[in-house]
């Protein structure tokens, strides 16, 4: 793999509030692992960096597990956790990129599913502190991933605006779900999906996913 792509980083802010986030930390490709693989397009431009999280389903239900965790613990968390994800995946993305090699990325992946789709089966409500750290430790696995399999020559900025965007609108998926929780039924509903994301999580480490 190429590393020699040099970053030029940026800013993107969305609209109705949401992170400034680096661009170069989102640029990504294809993760080699079948079984955690992010199979989006190779393309280097923005089409290629918003439809790259979307087939790669290790990243999808993490992405949505970190907005259900949030919008079931409510404000601060339900926008401080969207935060922190893309700020700390930013720094791993960067890392990546300059092939800093990080031990463990796949399995760590593999493991944000099973422990934030646990949080939310559980309801658990660690300290606002907890949670942060919690999603900001996996974050940073997230993002070298993406920042290491930069593809040669790619636009990192259009690239990346692109992961950006379709990572804030898993996170959006995973909140607009979560507010179903302010109902009795829909608390369970939420508690359910959680328990599926951390099935599905258990199936990636296992190699099934």
Known sequence: MDHTAQPRLGLFLTTNGWPAVSAAAASVLLLATPALAHTGSSAGGFVGGFAHPLF???????????GLWGAFLGAPAIWLLPIVFPLIMAFGGVIGIFGIPLLGVETAIALSAVVLGTMVALAARPPLWVAAVLVGAFAIFHGHAHGAELPPGADIVAYSVGFVVATGLLHLTGIAVGLLARWPAGRIAVRTAGGAIALAGVAFLSGFG
Do not use: L
């Open 56 to 66: 790669g389903p290790d990243h999808v239900v993490a992405m949505v597990a970190v």
